[in-house]
């Protein structure tokens, strides 16, 4: 059969049709951003191809796309593990990875101190479907033991706790859960590049990208990182339940990740000279950071993390009256109720990620409304601590 003549298209056909890549021998120094939903396939025979992973390639966005599965690279790589997974939020990750490891029956261990939406994920949400849970003290590796049975299948800690900043023994909770059966998914948000828990045992990593990760509070995204099997896993139930991350997102983050170990270090040993200041301030009733030889976990996080002691600084003002004059008495330093940012940010805790909490946990955590978490930043040490005394000058 003689192929058809070429014929020139009508102007409606030209406009309707997808671009044709343009030719090129170069490829492009920053990241593309791929924002296309779907993608060409050749014929039946390709499509066979890719879903039984014999070629590699895209077809829908939810299962993955080449800004995610360039970042998941990255995060794999940061975390030492086999591979990683981009999900549309902190959240979503922690959610993927649950759905994908609990039913019914099963029992989960959640250390004394999460996030308030982990701890409603788990305690309230997952309590709907069966999965039953009970709390532990994530210093202490004998209460896991305590908590333990014979269907616990996951045990969720972070490596740096909220807002009173604890620090988990990774590699006590690691041998007592082994020994149980249990896997260890460690919420690492606090810690990236101080700490990787896979090294101390640990069987898979969640981190909120939005956060130190993506640096600059304009992306909402998560990561669960782990062995291939697993991470697969969670990837399948994460595309079920629509949990994947968007390419924009990835592309953005990416760019985050970049300058991660300089805005690390230095936000690192600026909380550090900031906690030394405050916690010898007389309007400061307590101040929690691990770099400080006060904090209970202070030998721990010796052992735990390398390169600094985390970006968070907690102090204590008494009272929510007294927050309140502080939070007014701040010229830059601004209340958003996040961390992570090229700016220092602060937030408090009673109101924002701890405010569905019941009194009972509030006081099992050390939490009251006196809190407040700072989220230390770039600026320069002298003009954080010039506005910082200013505001505590404030309070009567």
């Known amino acids: 059969m003689q192929p058809r003549p070429p014929r020139e298209l009508d102007l409606a056909t030209l406009c309707a049709r997808p671009d044709e890549p343009a030719p090129s021998t170069t490829i492009p120094l920053a990241g593309p951003i791929e924002l296309s939903a779907v993608f060409r396939v050749a014929d039946l025979d390709h499509i066979d191809a890719l879903y039984e992973s014999r070629e590699p390639g895209f077809i829908y966005a939810r299962d993955g796309h080449p800004a995610g599965a360039r970042l998941a690279t990255k995060i794999a790589a940061l975390e030492a593990a086999e591979a990683a997974l981009i999900c549309s939020s902190g959240m979503a990750a922690e959610a993927a990875l649950m759905l994908s490891s609990l039913g019914q029956g099963d029992h989960v261990a959640l250390s004394d101190g999460l996030y308030g939406k982990t701890a409603a994920l788990a305690a309230r949400e997952f309590s709907r479907f069966g999965v039953e849970h009970s709390w532990f003290d994530p210093t202490q590796p004998e209460t896991l033991r305590e908590v333990l049975r014979p269907n616990t299948k996951l045990v969720f800690v972070e490596t740096i706790s909220n807002p009173l900043l604890r620090l988990a023994n990774l590699a006590g909770l690691s041998e007592v859960a082994r020994s149980a059966g249990a896997m260890v998914v460690v919420d690492n948000t606090f810690a990236p590049l101080l700490c990787r828990p896979l090294e101390w045992g640990a069987s898979a990593v969640v981190h909120s990208l939005t956060k130190l990760i993506g640096g600059h509070s304009d992306v909402t995204l998560g990561a669960v990182a782990g062995a291939r099997e697993l991470v697969a896993r969670v990837g399948a139930t994460a595309s079920t339940f629509g949990q994947t991350g968007a390419a924009f997102d990835c592309w953005l983050t990416s760019r985050g990740l970049a300058t991660l170990p300089l805005r690390s270090g230095r936000a690192c040993a600026t909380a550090m000279r900031l906690a030394e200041l405050l916690a010898a301030h007389p309007k400061v009733a307590a101040t929690h950071y691990p770099g400080l030889a006060s904090h209970p976990d202070h030998a721990l996080a010796t052992r735990l993390l390398q390169g600094g002691f985390g970006t968070i600084v907690t102090i204590d003002l008494g009272g929510r009256a007294e927050v309140d004059a502080f939070i007014r008495g701040l010229s830059g330093i601004v209340f958003a109720p996040?961390?992570?940012?090229?700016?220092?940010?602060?937030?408090?805790?009673?109101?924002?990620?701890?405010?569905?909490?019941?009194?009972?946990?509030?006081?099992?955590?050390?939490?009251?409304?006196?809190?407040?978490r700072l989220s230390v930043g770039l600026e320069a040490f002298e003009d954080l601590r010039a506005e910082l005394e200013h505001a505590l000058t404030l309070l009567s």
């Open 338 to 372: 996040s961390l992570g940012d090229v700016a220092t940010t602060l937030s408090h805790p009673s109101t924002t990620s701890h405010r569905g909490q019941s009194a009972e946990q509030w006081s099992r955590q050390g939490i009251h409304p006196g809190l407040v």
